[in-house]
């Protein structure tokens, strides 16, 4: 049954190890991940996590702009408007994301694998269409 999960075809088309599957498997499982739901969103090799979160994200949420001005930079913008630890803690609660550290750690860099699904922390009695403001 675990050989025919969307995510396990995915990460072996991304190239990603059995070693490296096994360990993403485990910890998928460990936070009870409904893996038919489980999406791949990428990888990113960095120093640490935290990094590796901002870098991925910021890069996910890259926004071309065609602009004769070359001094436009909406990258920096973002930089100065987004807390980006507030963010995170937003994607892992309402859309199940997670970063796995992966082994095989290159000198001074470590690969990290992003994920996104149903898991404990997303609480499937959750209501996901609430705002984030839902406190105001």
Known sequence: ??????????????GFSNIDIDQILNYLETLDYDLKKTRYIGNIISKNERLAKYFFLREKLKIEVNS?????????????????????????????????????????????????GPNILSAPNADLSNSIYEDY
């Open 68 to 116: 004769s001005d070359e001094t436009f930079h909406i990258n920096e913008i973002l930089d100065q408007c987004i807390d980006w630890n507030e963010f995170w803690r937003l994607l892992v609660i309402k859309k199940g994301f997670c970063c796995i550290r992966l082994f095989g750690e290159l000198p001074g860099q470590v690969r990290f694998t992003f994920l996104s």
């Open 1 to 14: 049954m675990q050989q025919d999960l969307e995510i396990l075809k995915n990460l072996k088309i991304q």
